[in-house]
């Protein structure tokens, strides 16, 4: 009667590893969508290579030093500004 506890122990074991590993596997390899999220024409957003007042891109939530952004997509310079400025917590 051990014996036979012994396999089906061992079998539920290996059943629930490969399980885990299985869920693992399909969970890291799920795409990651933050990252795919298309950016916005510098066109659509107004942008402009100079500042309007104190909303400069350098000053935005979204920048990205030295010459990018979160959502706007191409270069963007740190004295730019934009429709969608929101000014970065400091």
Known sequence: MARWF??????????????VASA??????APNLAGAAPKISQKAV???DHPEGNKRCDNCLQFQ??????????????????????????
């Open 46 to 48: 107004a942008y402009q």
């Open 6 to 19: 012994a396999v089906v122990a061992r079998r539920s074991l290996l059943q629930h590893a490969l399980r």
């Open 65 to 90: 030093p030295p010459d990018a952004c979160k959502t706007v997509e191409g270069p963007i310079s740190p004295q730019g500004s934009c429709r969608i400025f929101q000014a970065a917590r400091r």
């Open 24 to 29: 693992a596997t399909v969970l890291c390899a």
